[in-house]
């Protein structure tokens, strides 16, 4: 049999997607969303415009106050390889006893896939809304990206890591004291079946407050 084409290729790993996560409805959607493996993506990553649309959802959040407190760094390109350099060196200051393999495989870690976008939390103190609704309402426009690219077929995957919390790489992204990362975002050509895990039976976890 001989290959298909590049572009039909892609279409049919966008096609195994699509039929794992069900976009006839947004409740089918809703019920059968599984992210994609960073681990397990190519290019094409999302378009300009696709990414563009996928942040107009993103920020179709609940947000108290309308304070919008978050904000997005996008890696693409050459980008992702030249902050893979920055986390390299990073982790051989914080594990020198770590060999060239390892370091290799953290330098390599935004470029599993071919875009990466960090949602960042700018939560602050107010005088009348708490900074955990803020940081809430970040951790929902993480789910609302995760929505929006898969409904259009794109693979997705929300990760934190070590990086999300080291002091040295939040400067080397430009985040400020106050900011934290609420995921970082790959987004990709899932090249594997979509694996499903198990998930709690929301009756074990449904209590019904009664006055005692």
Not at 8 to 24: C, E, P
Not at 27 to 42: F, V
Request: charged share 20%.
């Amino acid at each position: 049999m001989s290959p298909l084409p590049f572009g039909a290729g892609i279409a049919r790993l966008r096609a195994i997607m699509t039929k794992l996560n069900d976009t006839s409805s947004v409740l089918s959607l809703l019920a059968s969303r599984k992210s994609a493996s960073a681990k397990a993506m190519t290019e094409p990553g999302p378009s300009s415009g696709q990414l563009l649309d996928i942040l107009n959802i993103a920020v179709r959040v609940p947000d108290h106050g309308k304070l919008a407190p978050w904000r997005f760094i996008l890696w693409e390109g050459e980008a992702r390889a030249e902050f893979g350099e920055a986390m390299k060196t990073r982790w051989k200051a914080l594990h020198p006893e770590h060999g060239e393999s390892t370091l290799d495989f953290v330098r390599g870690l935004f470029l599993r896939a071919p875009v990466v976008l960090a949602v960042v939390s700018t939560a602050s103190e107010h005088p009348k809304i708490p900074v955990w609704e803020q940081q809430l309402s970040a951790g929902a426009v993480c789910m609302n990206i995760l929505l929006a690219a898969t409904a259009m077929g794109i693979g997705c995957q929300w990760n934190t890591d070590w990086m999300a919390y080291d002091g040295e790489i939040g400067t080397a992204m430009g985040l400020t004291a106050q900011e934290k990362v609420a995921g970082f975002i790959y987004f990709g050509t899932p090249t594997a079946p979509l694996e499903d895990r198990p998930r709690p039976d929301p009756a074990d976890l449904l209590t019904r407050w009664a006055a005692s």
